[in-house]
């Protein structure tokens, strides 16, 4: 996934200002999402939760682009030219349909829903994504994890992998990174994370525990969830701080529920984040930028890449300035 907005403000994303652990009840607050188009104008519009004002990692997770269910005859699909990445690791998880997915390592591969397609892109990998021709219905996630410092420039790699189905308490779930409900994902990490697809049956409850340490996420896809007494509808995300061994995941409706929650401990580095590359400093984005521009061996390339090369967008003239996260307390 690329991040094809024109106007793009550099940020600099950190750790919580304060820390702490929760006491009490479980406090959650929600984010909701706004749209932005990915490209020309037939473009798939998708909800971004992550970054924003109000937060801008739960654990190492700093992107969460949200879309479908889109009909691709009326609304576009994806069709994402081949474009760079630095500094962390992409996430395609799909809900419905199917895309084709190119890269500079060599993989080539169909996403399909269910199925985990984890790519890192350390010091320098490109990509192209676009649905394939069968595809009538595009409905999914995009997510993006920053990789910690030692390991930012990590050598280019592709992981794939099929979760089972856990049931529990009239709740499916996938767990397709971390561990969740008895079931632990085999996919290679940087940091601690926690990723998994939840359907919650009509009126279901259910109660899971936690890793107390990591702060989490739930991002509603469809119908009507309530996280820990505080109802979440779709496209809004719920932000759980540290401290809860468990949490409880209600469906009050008479339909089917389904979300994503993501967690991990909270990122203690500051990172710059601009387009598709994540740095620690405002000379590294340029430089990325400029790798990429001149058609560096750094990202690689694809032959025939359907559509060319995406080009970065104009740096923006302004300074860099922080954007922590508020106090997790």
């Known amino acids: 996934m690329s991040n094809t907005e024109t106007d793009l403000a550099a940020l600099r994303c950190g ?17 909701s999402a706004r749209e932005v188009p990915l490209g020309g104008p037939r473009a798939m519009h998708v909800r971004r939760t992550l970054p924003q004002r109000a937060r801008t990692l739960i654990g190492a997770w700093c992107f969460a682009d949200h879309y479908g269910p ?15 990445h630095t500094g962390l690791q992409t996430v395609s998880w799909l809900f419905s349909g199917t895309f084709e997915h190119r890269d500079t390592l060599g993989s080539h591969t169909f996403i399909r829903p269910g199925e985990l397609n984890l790519m890192t892109g350390g010091h320098g990998i490109a990509h192209s994504e676009f649905s394939t021709p069968d595809t009538t219905v595009i409905h999914g996630v995009q997510l993006w ?41 085999p996919v290679r990490t940087f940091t601690p994370l926690l990723g998994a697809e939840i359907v919650l049956g009509p009126r279901a409850t259910l109660r899971v525990a936690v ?23 779709s496209a809004e995300l719920g932000y759980a701080p540290p401290g809860a061994d ?45 790798d990429w521009e001149a058609s560096s061996d750094r990202f690689g390339d694809v032959e025939d890449s359907p559509g060319g090369r995406l080009p970065a967008p104009a740096l923006p003239n302004a300074v860099i300035t922080p954007r922590r996260n508020p106090s997790t307390r």
């Open 15 to 31: 750790a919580p200002v304060d820390g702490g652990r929760q006491d009490g009840p479980l406090t959650v607050d929600v984010l």
């Open 70 to 84: 889109h009909r691709v005859a009326e609304q576009g699909g994806m069709d994402l030219p081949l474009h760079p």
């Open 145 to 185: 994890v920053a990789l910690p410092g030692e390991h930012r420039n990590a050598a280019r790699d592709f992981q794939y992998h099929v979760p089972e189905l856990a049931e529990v308490d009239g709740a499916g779930i996938r767990v397709f990174l971390g561990s969740l409900a008895g079931r632990t994902s």
């Open 211 to 233: 890793d107390a340490t990591f702060e989490h996420g739930l991002l509603v896809d469809t119908g009507e969830i309530s996280l820990a007494g505080t109802p979440l509808r």
């Open 246 to 290: 468990a949490m409880t995941l209600v469906n009050e409706t008479d339909a089917p529920a389904r979300g994503i929650l993501l967690g991990g401990p909270p990122f203690e580095e500051e990172i710059v984040m601009w387009w598709n590359f994540i740095g620690r400093s405002h000379e590294d984005i340029v430089k990325a930028r400029e």
